[in-house]
Nanobody, 127 residues
Framework: QVQLVESGGGLVQTGDSLRLSCVDSGSTFRSTAMAWFRQAPGKERECVAAIRWRGRNVYYADSVKGRFTVSGNSGKNTVDLRMNSLKPEDTAVYFC????????????????????WGRGTQVTVSS
């Protein structure tokens, strides 16, 4: 049963901005961390940004540092991803994920840290 729902994807041009949002439609769990992953055709799923609520620790992939900003609300299980200066290589399906365990900071980029996933939203950046 899908509980995380992403929105905000679309088709934009190089240099444009987008804001992705993820909401918990069920509110039956308490998240300890949330993240955004992306997967481009033929490539592995990668974590682009994550936030652990305790300590407000954040993680960014090197490829998005300085361009993407993750934020959210732990009580509502929501997480946003503000994406600026978008590039064609940012084109991918973006997935929201939530953890309910006790992740350590170094585990934030790992997919196995998260046990709840959304279905994804497509982001396409044209050159």
């Amino acid at each position: 049963q899908v509980q995380l729902v992403e929105s905000g994807g679309g088709l934009v041009q190089t240099g444009d901005s987008l804001r992705l949002s993820c909401v918990d439609s069920g509110s039956t769990f308490r998240s300890t961390a949330m993240a955004w992953f992306r997967q481009a055709p033929g490539k592995e799923r990668e974590c682009v940004a994550a936030i652990r609520w305790r300590g407000r620790n954040v993680y960014y992939a090197d490829s998005v540092k300085g361009r993407f900003t993750v934020s959210g609300n732990s009580g509502k299980n929501t997480v946003d991803l503000r994406m600026n200066s978008l590039k064609p290589e940012d084109t991918a399906v973006y997935f929201c994920a939530a953890a309910t365990g006790s992740p350590i900071v170094s585990s934030l980029p790992s997919a196995w840290t998260y046990d709840k996933w959304g279905r994804g939203t497509q982001v396409t950046v044209s050159s």
